[in-house]
């Protein structure tokens, strides 16, 4: 298990610098093995050193590409492949270790395709009232592929969205509840935006 500051999401692409001694040792096993580690939100703490405290929901990210960097450093980009909780957390020997299933959504009981464009449209809503504010919080490129779950899961990493509120739209079960929940805090994050313009 690789707890970071940050929440990857099924489809998107993860780069990493590893240095620590326990990390370097993981990834090594890891591309012994099927390239795959799980990656999770630290709640509370720091990627360095330990001790931190970790979110029990992530998700199951998968080696593609690999570089080492003398003896110290590697270098690596992993792809986001599924949801996982953690059932059972072990002891950090040498790394962070635990046990977890796969969380597969429910079949989709609506068209996705206007849930889609109504979350990107509120990203756009959002990225102009930043920048109208000064506040550079991403490019308005989006990109999305044509399948619509890859399409769902590409708009909620192109969110400008704090790790908290991403955490919040990784765990919620069911494709239409979470673009519903993405629209709705990137319209909360809009309204910031709004009030901030408003009284300038």
């Known amino acids: 298990m690789f707890p970071l500051g940050t929440v990857l999401f099924p489809g998107a692409v993860l780069p990493l610098q590893v240095f620590e001694p326990r990390y370097r040792r993981m990834i090594g096993e890891a591309l012994a093995d099927d390239g795959a580690f799980g990656v999770v939100l630290i709640e509370r703490g720091s990627e360095v050193g330990g001790g931190d405290t970790r979110f029990d929901v992530g998700t199951l990210a998968r080696i593609s590409w690999v570089e080492r960097l003398g003896t110290t450093r590697l270098v690596l980009t992993a792809?986001?492949?599924?949801?996982?909780?953690?059932?059972r957390w072990w002891a950090d020997d040498p790394y962070p270790r635990a046990e977890a299933i796969c969380l597969d959504d429910p079949a989709s009981g609506e068209p996705l395709v206007p849930l889609i464009e109504a979350a990107a449209a509120s990203r756009r809503r959002l990225l102009g009232l930043a920048t109208e504010a000064g506040v550079d919080v991403g490019s308005p490129d989006l990109d999305l592929p044509s399948e619509p779950?890859?399409?769902?899961?590409?708009?909620?990493?192109?969110?400008p969205l704090g790790p908290l509120d991403r955490q919040q739209v990784l765990?919620?079960?069911?494709?239409?509840?979470?673009?519903?929940l993405l629209a709705s805090l990137l319209e909360a994050e809009a309204a910031v935006y709004e009030e901030r313009l408003a009284g300038g």
Not at 149 to 159: K, L, R, T
């Open 79 to 87: 792809v986001g492949e599924r949801r996982i909780r953690v059932t």
């Open 149 to 159: 779950a890859d399409a769902a899961w590409a708009v909620c990493d192109a969110a």
């Open 171 to 180: 765990e919620t079960v069911g494709v239409e509840p979470r673009l519903r």
